[in-house]
């Protein structure tokens, strides 16, 4: 592996104040014009606010300037541009933009389609992202003075949003993605306030590239639908593995590599792969939307296999060379909870603590971290031994007033419940087969629902990943639910060797919840596997026995533990069922009123918003002029 460039450009510098001291306070941290923009407001190295432009937009992975996001997080921390100490955006454009045409350069003439299209938005905007964050501020603040605009590399500040906010105060750190300027795959060493650069690898030679040439070509779409084919993997057998390994990449025993860049066509194409890539898997990807066949599932299971084999070499290769026994993970490839739960089943660390918006909405956070703790900031939550991400509950919150408004603006009937009596009542209703819209607090930064805009069910009972799924969230079949589980009991249903609070570990139900799969069971494939019983919470056990965990603290997040606790109560089952609150193709809601569209359009039959509960039955009639599906893309 080469070594690795330092993270901040030369022209990136701390700005000093008038006597010349470095000036401190609080960062906004950006990420925009690639996919899932977002912001992030840090203040002496402590992550303060944070959220999604799609949140607020309603347009899912949008690329745009975060405009709603920047004045969210303003407006949560009482500040207006002009108090920010300065604005650390999460790549160096310019050093992009030299690595895109490079390779349009490299690649002619195969890539003048490309381009041709991408040519002018580049001149345009891109290149220039650091004028247009300045210019799109400058309307922010109505004319008044600016921040500094300093750019941090795109891997910089992944690792920074790795290591920074998490519990450890050294720790190996390992970055794998697409890619950002250059850099696909980043090995550091973070020690206190330093992340140390050790070394990289370059594009087009990218892991992320590979498992998305994969997501292309068994017809799922590139940046968001790399989780349906993790999903899709147990389903199939990796009869491919040896293929992709002979053929496709040169792995090396540190974990370096190279691509076989004949059978790609990403380094210069519209699309991921070719007429060479049909060749070596038996014909053309599969069509989006059509049937799965046994191929795609042992395709899926083939990349997850070669991507799990990888990330170990790679992790085992930066914990040997900064001597650290503690790992740190970002990027869109730590988003792969099943490779990333390999690394603890298999011991080859002792924890890892991945970021929970380890995708490029992460960098927003990263950069601001990196610039925060590089203008002097300390690291103060390292030592009560926690992380700095509040549970990773840092978007928007609605008072009582607020929900009790919209209520009364709609003419929504609704209890008002103590919490004692809300999560009593809740419970009641899960353990009798309800399904619960779950709108509580802070919104969640990252991905993943984790007990603040989430859809809540019973896991015991073995249709409910089937009404989920097609009636509630309108999605595939195949996909498996998540388990949320009180985090002092996770040791008896899960096989999980630390905390997992942002549902980015996999790991086997417990021994002594699994059922065993009888002679009936022999030579079932492919989703006909739905059907076999696994385990006694059935609903969140994957078909290879496995669960995506989340585990619960009262300290996290104390309603959502409380609700589990009287759940356990109940059913003597410490476990709910835990999906974002939205359908597909749609982002996860943000305030009341997409709440309640959502439990209005599906199969929800509760819904608590705040102290509120409201029945499905007692609603007035549910209208709105077209099929609202339709106008939302299939992801």
Not at 136 to 150: E, F, W
Not at 349 to 361: L, S, T
Request: some cysteine; charged content about 25%; hydrophobic content about 40%.
């Amino acid at each position: 592996m080469a070594a690795a460039n330092r993270g901040r450009p030369r022209d990136a510098e701390t700005t000093p104040s008038a006597d010349g001291t470095p000036k401190n306070g609080p960062v906004l941290g950006i990420s925009a014009y690639y996919h899932d923009s977002a912001a992030a407001l840090v203040a002496d190295g402590t992550p303060l606010a944070a959220a999604q432009e799609e949140r607020f937009s309603r347009r899912r992975h949008d690329p745009g300037f975060p405009a709603r996001a920047v004045a969210y997080c303003l407006r949560e921390c009482g500040l207006h541009p002009d108090e920010l100490a300065a604005v650390a955006f999460y790549e160096d454009p310019a050093l992009k933009f030299r690595r895109v045409l490079a390779t349009w350069l490299a690649t002619a003439p195969h890539g003048f389609p490309v381009f041709r299209r991408a040519f002018g938005p580049w001149v345009r905007r891109k290149r220039r992202a650091l004028d247009d964050v300045r210019a799109q501020l400058g309307a922010l603040s109505n004319g008044g003075p600016l921040p500094p605009v300093v750019a941090h590399r795109h891997h910089a500040s992944h690792a920074a949003s790795a290591f920074f906010p998490s519990p450890f105060p050294s720790a190996a750190v390992l970055c794998v993605d697409g890619v950002g300027e250059w850099a696909t795959t980043t090995l550091w060493h973070g020690r206190g306030t330093e992340l140390v650069p050790l070394a990289e690898l370059r594009f087009p030679h990218s892991l992320g590239m590979l498992y998305s040439a994969f997501t292309y070509f068994c017809g799922f779409k590139v940046d968001s639908g790399e989780y349906k084919l993790m999903g899709l993997a147990p389903y199939g057998r990796p009869r491919y593995a040896r293929l992709i390994r002979e053929r496709l990449i040169d792995l090396r025993a540190d974990g370096s590599f190279r691509l076989d860049l004949r059978h790609f066509t990403f380094q210069y194409g519209l699309t991921m792969t070719g007429r060479s890539f049909e060749e070596l898997f038996g014909g053309p990807r599969r069509v989006p939307e059509g049937p799965l066949t046994e191929r795609e599932f042992d395709l899926a299971a083939s990349v997850q296999q070669v991507t799990e084999e990888v990330v170990r070499r790679l992790a085992r290769t930066v914990l040997r060379r900064t001597g650290e026994r503690r790992l740190c993970l970002a990027g869109g490839v730590a988003l792969n909870c099943v490779a990333n739960g390999r690394l603890r089943a298999e011991t080859v660390c002792d924890e890892v603590w991945v970021q929970p918006a380890a995708g490029d909405a992460g960098g927003a956070l990263g950069a601001a971290l990196a610039e925060s703790h590089g203008r002097g900031a300390p690291r103060a939550h390292v030592r009560h031994g926690t992380d700095a991400m509040a549970g990773s509950l840092l978007g928007p919150a609605f008072s009582e007033r607020e929900i009790r408004e919209f209520l009364e603006r709609g003419g929504y009937p609704a209890v008002r419940l103590s919490e004692r009596e809300l999560t009593d009542r809740t419970a009641d209703e899960l353990a009798a087969g309800k399904v619960v819209g779950w709108f509580q607090g802070r919104m969640e930064f990252g991905p993943r629902a984790l007990g603040n805009r989430s859809i809540l069910a019973d896991p015991r009972d073995p249709g409910t990943q089937t009404t989920l799924n097609l009636k509630t969230k309108f999605r595939e079949s195949f996909r498996p639910f998540a388990p949320a589980v009180l985090a002092e009991e996770a040791k008896d249903w899960f096989d999980l060797g630390q905390e997992s609070p942002y549902m980015l570990l996999t790991a086997q139900v417990a021994a002594a919840r699994r059922q065993a799969v009888g002679p009936e069971a022999e030579g079932v494939t492919g989703l006909e596997l739905l059907r076999v019983p696994r385990s006694t919470i059935p609903a969140v056990t994957h078909v290879d026995g496995s669960a995506r965990v989340q585990t619960v603290t009262s300290e996290r997040n104390p309603r959502f533990h409380a609700l589990l606790t009287a759940f356990r109560e109940r059913t003597g089952c410490p476990v709910l069922v835990n999906t974002s609150f939205n359908v597909r193709g749609e982002p996860i809601v943000c305030d009341p009123a997409e709440a309640y569209a959502c439990f209005m359009r599906t199969r929800i039959d509760l819904l608590v918003l705040g102290d509120f509960l409201l029945e499905k039955r007692n609603q007035p009639t549910w209208r709105e002029e077209g099929d609202w599906r339709a106008a939302i893309p299939m992801d």
